[in-house]
């Protein structure tokens, strides 16, 4: 199983990004796919999430209004892209799959930092 995540890199505050994530090994379109974040120290926090099926959502609140995610499950692919982009975004971005609570599987993480 992997989870590629790229897109990520120094933002300017205001501006935008589009991060990627590429499944592989497993039934992607059976999976919820999400997007976290975490900074050193603090808990591992919800950015998006995208069900599988009827594709509902869920936006993290530090989030919502500035951010879309989406799927193309014939490309393996969750994407999700924000804007209005601001220092306390920065972080470590990981792509999640969950099939369960018990079920799910990690990306790497991309670092997205926000600075000017």
């Known amino acids: 199983v992997q989870l590629v995540e790229s897109g990520g890199g120094l933002v300017q505050p205001g501006g935008s990004l589009r991060l990627s994530c590429v499944g592989s090994?497993?039934?992607?379109?059976?999976?919820?796919m999400s997007w976290y974040r975490q900074v050193p120290g603090k808990e591992r926090e919800l950015v998006a999430s995208?069900?599988?099926?009827?594709?509902?959502?869920v936006y993290g609140m530090s989030v919502k209004g500035r951010c879309t995610i989406s799927r193309d499950d014939a490309k393996n692919t969750v994407i999700v892209e924000m804007n209005r982009l601001k220092p306390e975004d920065t972080a470590v971005y990981y792509c999640?799959?969950?099939?369960?609570?018990?079920?799910?599987?990690w990306g790497q993480g991309t670092q997205v930092t926000v600075s000017s």
């Open positions: 995208i069900h599988s099926g009827d594709g509902g959502i």
């Open positions: 090994g497993f039934p992607f379109s059976n999976y919820i």
């Open positions: 999640n799959a969950a099939l369960s609570a018990y079920l799910d599987y």
